[in-house]
């Protein structure tokens, strides 16, 4: 019998792309609702125990198998990294709009191409140099340091972005473990460390917010599925760019749920953020059709 395989369908991976950056989106808006009246460790608790669950419901008595993993030092570092990124978001979007939080968060894409060179040994060439140059001039704008439309808590976001760039960079390393070893070991290590901090932050949760919190985990969980399903799709290449239909997808729910829209300063921001990480991302796709003639 002939191996089963996904052939590439790329309007449909693009489709899953966007549902994915929707509800990773919506996650943060809905922890920047509950943010308003919780701690931001319950929340970030509350978002790894519904992931767990979920997890739990759909690979069921697999789990220890799945768990195994030849790599488990690596694995521990990339689900810490990804919960110091949840963390340090979710603490932003108690002060500071999803949006702009949002953009400062796509820097990641170019922090990655600045750390696989420092840590994986790629080539930093004179393009990479000024697209990572380029969105750091685009977070300034955003951030406006040393103006009174500074808030310190921007910087978490900005945290919160080199630390999934290390989760991504970490990833690249742990290959040999499928997808479903990786996601149990994220929400597995996030929630035993979360619950460690329970006993100090914990606060009652009122009947009509359990729906949010449930929200917030079903849609973090989602959004997981529907990026593996998106890249299962498609080209890694060719969906890049879509990633940053986030930032529109935080406008909306900023609007809908807090009346808040990105102000002026934050677009542009945005715009070069994303015109950075066009540019890096546009010469290595050169690069891979044309390995001759590198552009680096």
């Not at 929707?22 to 808006?29: E, H, P, R, V």
């Not at 968060?105 to 600045?114: K, M, S, Y």
């Not at 040393?146 to 690249?172: C, E, I, K, Q, Y």
């Not at 935080?250 to 002026?264: C, I, T, V």
């Amino acid at each position: 019998m002939a191996p089963s395989f996904h052939p590439d369908r790329p309007g449909l991976a693009v489709v899953f792309m966007l549902g994915a950056f929707s509800m990773l989106t919506l996650m943060d808006a809905f922890a920047k609702l509950l943010g308003q009246g919780y701690h931001p460790l319950l929340i970030v608790w509350a978002r790894f125990g519904v992931n767990a669950l979920v997890l739990g419901a759909i690979f069921g008595r697999s789990v220890p198998r799945r768990l195994r993993t030849r790599q488990p030092v690596l694995q521990a570092g990339r689900a810490l990294f990804q919960m110091g990124a949840i963390v340090s978001f979710f603490f932003a979007l108690r002060y500071i709009g999803l949006a702009q939080a949002t953009a400062l968060g796509d820097l990641n894409p170019v922090i990655v191409t600045l750390g696989a060179a420092l840590f994986l040994g790629e080539r930093l060439g004179v393009h990479r140099i000024f697209g990572i140059a380029a969105a750091f001039i685009g977070a300034m704008i955003i951030l406006r340091p040393g103006t009174g439309m500074f808030h310190p808590a921007a910087l978490l976001a900005l945290l919160a972005a080199f630390s999934f760039a290390g989760a991504v960079l970490l990833t690249r390393q742990v290959r040999g473990d499928s997808a479903a070893t990786s996601q149990l070991w994220s929400s597995l290590v996030g929630l035993a460390l979360s619950s460690l901090a329970l006993p100090f932050i914990w606060q009652p949760i009122a009947w009509g917010d359990l729906w949010v919190f449930a929200g917030l985990g079903l849609a973090g969980s989602l959004s997981q599925f529907l990026l593996i399903r998106a890249f299962s799709l498609g080209e890694a290449g060719t969906l890049a760019p879509f990633g940053y239909s986030g930032l529109i997808f935080a406008s909306f729910w900023g609007w809908l749920m807090f009346d808040q829209l990105p102000d002026s300063a934050t677009i542009l921001g945005a715009l070069v953020i994303i015109g950075a990480g066009l540019y890096v991302w546009s010469r290595e796709r050169r690069a891979a059709r044309l390995p001759t003639d590198s552009p680096r």
